[in-house]
């Protein structure tokens, strides 16, 4: 393989031979190569908001909200636990009863910005929201794929998971 060729995003920085020789006889023992990779580096990003992104989804104000109290909860691996008493801060935070915060938060799985990985577990959409090193958030973001579709009736924006990566992102 030769260097700089691409796999899977990252880039082959190079090849390391090693070979290991039998001192006495001068036969070679054991040969091996190691590809190193680099990852790519880090994109441009601009700080989005909340509010904005809801707009670009086509949010209600009532999911904005909702959004930003679940990112709070987001781990390094991007995974939200909502144990019931966290449902129920959340909810008395945001002045809503359980059955509303159970609403909200179906709309927002529906639209793609939270997936329900476990009991009361959800992964964030790396696309959307990504914690972590680079390296992490990449490979998370490599196995979403993120389609917009346009049409006459407005834009509908949804994501696939590629096969070889669904164990990043196991469902119920």
Do not use: C
């Amino acid at each position: 393989m030769k260097s700089g060729s691409n796999t899977g995003g990252k880039v082959l920085a190079f090849q390391r031979q090693t070979t290991e020789v039998d001192r006495e006889t001068g036969e070679v023992t054991k040969e091996s190569t190691t590809n190193v990779y680099r990852m790519p580096s880090e994109p441009p990003y601009v700080k989005l908001y909340i509010e904005d992104l809801s707009h670009l989804l086509n949010l209600k104000d009532h999911h904005a909200a909702l959004i930003l109290e679940l990112i709070k909860k987001m781990d390094f691996e991007n995974v939200i636990t909502l144990t019931p008493s966290a449902r129920e801060r959340i909810s008395e935070k945001l002045k809503i009863q359980a059955q509303t915060f159970r609403n909200y938060l179906n709309e927002l799985l529906k639209r793609d910005v939270f997936r329900r990985i476990g009991h009361n577990e959800f992964k964030a959409n790396p696309e959307l929201f990504a914690r972590g090193s680079w390296a992490e958030i990449y490979e998370r973001q490599q196995a979403f794929k993120l389609i917009v579709t346009y049409s006459p009736k407005g834009r509908k924006v949804t994501t696939e998971i590629e096969p070889e990566q669904e164990e990043l992102f196991p469902q119920e």
